[in-house]
């Protein structure tokens, strides 16, 4: 046999026997294995995300983390690892080819000889070799192949709905940091609108002093109330600054070490309150049959049986059937070219009989993790209808409390009006006043509040229900 590089490739061309052949099949699957190796490999993921200059709207902002997303990407490549276990979990019905050889060269003197009187004869050669090319097909495993199939296909539905219970987890956590940072940017804008009456009512004050018309109580008062409220708008915007680092964390955001007070990320988004109706009985059972988790549970449950299967083909014997070529030197002649070579055929048949209480320890141990997934899978329902109607709760509570704050910073804001006419014509005092504008405030702090807290108590029961995991 003789290798040439043409134009077309490698060339084979035949000049000796079926061992030369198979010697050269070894050298042309190094070869290959060595070109595999050289080919370049995957590039690596960005290293960095730069933030998104332009303003992000709620649905931009859930499409930037489904694709950049670290716990996402994470569940992507466990997907791509269970594709790899399902190619492994059925390989044991596919046909197996196998290549081997070997050659050994051993002393002289350890080549065993007859007497003397028999002369020009040995049970060996000091050197020899051998190769083999053989295919062997599973008939019979003692019910693991069909096992593999079905454990094949629930392995991967597992997976995928892993990955859907980590969507729709990210999902969720995307739209609270989303909120939170439309709430804590609507906070800033609530204290600096106090800070703002605080300040017109200390310059009224301070002119009314001058003018003679207060006490120099009045000025001190209105100071000691401007001051109070600076440390809120200082607040607010240190919690504006946290959230949107923390949604720039979930998006997959890298943010510039350079960066120190704030960070250029804009929403467009606004917190509103969208009607979302549903009955606590209803969302109970869309929430046992959409959350992807159970489905997991269900799947995991099912692979649990079929590793009983698989432990008790212990019990059960093994058939397979093989076919191939065989080439070998001659143990009759120091001459390497003498060669032996033919095809062969066959059955082989393996069955422990007593395996030493293997086989049944590890079918205790099945029976066993089948039962614990059973009850992980009956916890987990219990656990799941807890979480609804937890959520249905908070939901009805914030509906409630925005309800009760639709009119509440108009009648704030009609009270202060009167208060600062009233002080002005002489009926009122500056604690009235005072009094409103602190009124105001917190009126205008509850409603953004309670919007935000609407907001997210909808998108935490949409998650509990299961919505937009199964659709």
């Known amino acids: 046999m003789k290798a040439e590089l043409t134009d077309g490739g490698i060339e084979a061309r035949s000049h000796g026997g079926p061992g030369q052949v198979i010697g050269f099949l070894i050298v042309l699957l190094g070869l290959c294995i060595i070109t595999i190796s050289k080919l370049p490999a995957a590039e690596p993921l960005s290293a960095t995300n730069s933030l ?4 992000l709207s709620r649905s931009e902002a859930i499409n930037v983390a489904l694709r950049q997303n670290p716990n996402i990407l994470r569940a992507q490549k466990d997907v791509a690892a269970a594709h790899g276990v399902v190619i492994q979990t059925r390989a044991i019905a596919i046909p197996k080819l196998r290549l081997t050889g070997n050659y050994t060269a051993v002393e002289p003197t350890d080549v065993d000889k007859p007497p003397a009187s028999i002369s020009g004869f040995s049970f060996g050669t000091d050197q020899s070799w051998a190769t083999q090319l053989r295919l062997v097909q599973s008939i019979y495993e003692g019910g693991r192949m069909s096992s593999a199939f079905r454990a094949a296909r629930l392995t991967q539905a597992q997976s995928v709905l892993n990955y859907q219970t980590t969507v729709a987890n990210t999902v969720l956590d995307v739209q609270v940091a989303y909120d939170d940072v439309l709430l804590a940017e609507q906070q800033i804008t609530v204290q600096e609108a106090s800070v703002e009456l605080l300040g017109q009512e200390l310059t009224d004050t301070t002119r009314r002093y001058e003018a003679g018309t207060v006490p120099r109580f009045n000025v001190l008062r209105a100071e000691v109330e401007l001051a109070n409220a600076r440390p809120k708008l200082i607040r607010a915007r240190n919690s504006f600054r946290i959230a949107k680092n923390n949604l720039a964390n979930l998006l997959g955001f890298n943010v510039a070490r350079e960066t120190v007070e704030d960070i250029q990320l804009q929403l467009t988004g606004k917190l509103e309150a969208e009607t979302y109706e549903v009955r606590l009985s209803q969302a109970i059972g869309l929430a046992l049959e959409r959350r992807t988790e159970l489905g997991a549970l269900r799947k995991a449950q099912a692979l649990r049986k079929e590793d009983i299967v698989n432990a008790r083909a212990g019990y059960k014997p093994s058939l397979q059937a093989f076919a191939g070529y065989d080439a070998r030197s001659s143990l009759f002649t120091n001459d390497l070219t003498q060669e032996l070579h033919g095809w062969l055929t066959g059955v082989q048949l393996s069955w422990d009989i007593f395996d030493g209480l293997r086989t049944r320890g590890r079918v205790q141990e099945t029976v066993a993790l089948y039962e614990r997934a059973g009850v992980e899978l009956d916890d987990t329902s219990r656990r799941i209808e807890l979480e609804v109607r937890t959520a249905f709760s908070n939901f009805i509570e914030s509906r409630e409390l925005l309800e009760s704050q639709k ?13 600062r006419a009233r002080s002005e014509a002489g009926t009122g005092t500056q604690l009235d006043v005072l009094s409103a504008q602190t009124a105001l405030t917190e009126a205008r702090t ?11 108590a909808r998108a935490r029961l949409e998650r509990a229900v299961g919505h937009g995991t199964m659709d």
């Open 52 to 55: 998104i200059t332009q303003p």
């Open 407 to 419: 009119k509440v910073v108009e009648q704030a804001e009609e009270a202060l009006r009167l208060a």
């Open 446 to 456: 509850t409603q953004i509040q309670a919007l935000h807290d609407y907001s997210v």
